[in-house]
């Protein structure tokens, strides 16, 4: 009989560099390979499983609606879908409505169909005259602009969106209207609105290239930006948001609630690692071109946007079930208090070896130093060579980018568990 690895090696495309590890099973923030060797996984897969891995009432909510009613169109209703949505609604904390698809990647692919047909059907504001420069809005607004260092993504709309060369290799040429500014950076993204500016898209804390989160007042201004030029604020919260940060929104955690966003998109842990992805917009009066008035939420009218497997009756059962867990089992809190521990615990070993520790919530990043590959005497990069050591010592967790490693533990991680990571960090540092 073949290998797993021989399975894959024959049949799966290649597009991953994967470890080579096959898991099989796994209760809360531990998983077993095929050999029966134990990990902690502080990756809850990619940030994904944020009850953890098989919580008994997730199973019994996707076996109970699975003898139910799995899939029905959205030609129709479901309860389910109403219910999730209003739920969100409420996360978000201001009126708006919610789509519904199954991934990150097309949940922000919906975003920029939103920014699109408001650039297209939304009147643009007059023409500015400001302290000697004039800024002339075109009638149809397209470009969309994100950041140097993010990740949207791995649709064509993902990869033009993306800040990253890496994503975009290969897949020339890249749709237009994506242009990057740098992150944090309020001057250069003033510069860099033009006529056909129509929204912002951001990750308000970066999370593939090392948990960098944006600032209180570069948020404020980016918000302050986006009300002067009649742009959208868009925030990809797929991997930050629904609980990681301690709120079900990281930007609530990062300014307080003192902005509010015209779309959010979600996946990741929506569902506990049932696929789903989702975006909310607001509900805040637009002018149109002909004259009339809309709410942004209801802008992508009947026939404007759809997605076959969206918001099927069991995903939705689902997602209710693990954000309900998460309300009872009070995992912000959780997410708080256990994110703070494992921070102060990391720095508190103390390694010449460890650069920085950044963390919002259970959403952290331990950099290593730039020589750490040569101080081991490894060739791979940094975040490879300490990721196979924790991974032989039973402990799993993602890299970020090639001199950092990212915590994204289950939300009900415990402090036993915390303290075992740790210690499984402390020998393969020393
Ligand atoms: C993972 C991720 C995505 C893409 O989500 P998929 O479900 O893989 O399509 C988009 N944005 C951010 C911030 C992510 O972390």
Known sequence: MESTLELYEQNVIPSYGRFPLVLERGEGSRVWDETGKEYLDFGAGIAVCSVGHCHPRVAEAISRQARKLVHCSNLYYNRPQGELARRL???AGHPGKVFFGNSGAEANDGLYNLARKYGNEARSPLSRHAAGERLEYAPNRFEVITFDGSFHGRTLGGIAATGQEKVKKGFEPIPVGFPHVPFNDVPELVRAIGPETVAILMEPIQGEIGVLP???AFLKAVRALCDEHGLLLMFDEVQCGLGRTGDWCAWQTLTGGEIIPDAISWAKGIAGGFPMGAFWVRDRKIALKNGGEISLADL??????????????????????VLTIIEDEGLLANAREMGA?????VEALGSPLIRAVRGVGLMMAIELIPDFS???????????????????????CIPSGAQSIRWLPPLNVTRAEIDRAVEILRNALT
Do not use: M, W
């Not at 521990?341 to 615990?345: I, P, R, T, V």
């Not at 940094?382 to 402990?395: E, K, N, T, V, Y």
């Open 89 to 91: 609604v409420g996360y």
């Open 341 to 345: 521990y494992a921070k102060s615990a």
């Open 300 to 321: 992508l009218g009947p026939g404007s946007h759809g997605s076959t497997f969206g918001g099927t009756p069991l995903a939705c059962t689902v997602a209710n079930e």
């Open 374 to 396: 040569a101080r081991l005497g490894d060739t791979r990069p940094a975040s490879q060579a300490l990721i196979a050591r924790l991974h032989a010592a039973g402990l799993l």
């Open 214 to 216: 944006a600032t209180r």
